[in-house]
């Protein structure tokens, strides 16, 4: 009797304790200022990380494929569509429910050079690469008609100075790219959202000429459903006033936003050694990645308040954002660790590499307490 009394008590002790750490839902915590989501991988996606597929499920009621819809990824030869991956990110998705988005149609970068060429190699013409490019966005659209809710469209098509990017898109096709692939889109998924997506948004002159872009769109009669904001960012960029200010910008449009890359670096600038191998030097090593070993609680501190004022930021402006979606699950799957030197350990996102929340986690879920 009186060791099942123990027994009893045992279990509502640690009952208690597990239900008292269980850690709230990101879903849940923003579910009436915007949707929440993450990057996932092929690897997720089949079941082989089940840890962060878990964690995934729990957290976030949206999805982003990191790569499986990208043109070299779906669509890696002119006859050849390869649509295994991209079918089991859409029905992960279908079956937890969640808002699923495309990324992206049109990019300068992932997209295999046969793309923009004929088969002897010479540069397409204008209506060739037009033909070529719808055929491509209706295919992929339509195949998942009514499935993906929203696709990133056009994807890093601005400079910083505000101009065009030159790419093989425009340079093929002329300013008016991007509106045709809208058009193709829209024709492709009447009901899909479009979006337009881009990073360095906080740059005043960048935000000002992707605003061009889209105002030029809507003059057109071409709608843009939504602006995707990156939001690859570091400790000290971008500034609040930089951010404050290129939301102003965007707000004018009237066009919903979202951040749709989050992750913030705590890694020193590697843009001088882009393409560095770190294996080969210990000096490099040193400077480049000083936290190999693990992260010191000062730095973790760090990227909790940077994550909680950039937080702070978005809630505030909750009546703008749609979206905020992380580029990744846990810090073992970024591509910050490999770019732009590979190798690095870095610890960008809310989940450490053995999937449990951070510091930062916390930041944010106050974030969104507070202003409730
Ligand atoms: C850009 C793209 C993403 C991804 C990141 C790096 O932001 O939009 O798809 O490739 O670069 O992973």
Redesign the pocket.
Known sequence: MRSSGLYASLLLVTFAFCFAAEQPALKDVFADQFLIGAAVNDHQMQGRAPEETALVVRQFNTITP??VL?WEAVHPQPDKYDFAAADRFVEFGEKNDMFIVG??LV?H??TPRWVFEDADGKPLTRDALLARLKDHIATIMGRYKGRIGGW?VV??AVEDDGSLRKTKWLDGIGDDYIAKAFEFARQADPDAKLYY?D?NMYKLEHAKGVAKLIRSLQEKGIRVDGIGI?G?WGLDYPSMDELNAALAVFAELKVPLMIT?MDITVLPSASRNRGADISQSAELRKELNPYSDGLPEEMQQKLAARYGELFKVLVQHADLFERVTF?GVQDGNS?RNN?PVRGRTDYPLLFDRQCKPKPAFDAVVKAAQERK
């Open positions: 990191e790569n990208k990324h992206t990019w970068s992932q990133d994807n890093e997506n990073y990156q690859h890359e580029w591509w770019w």
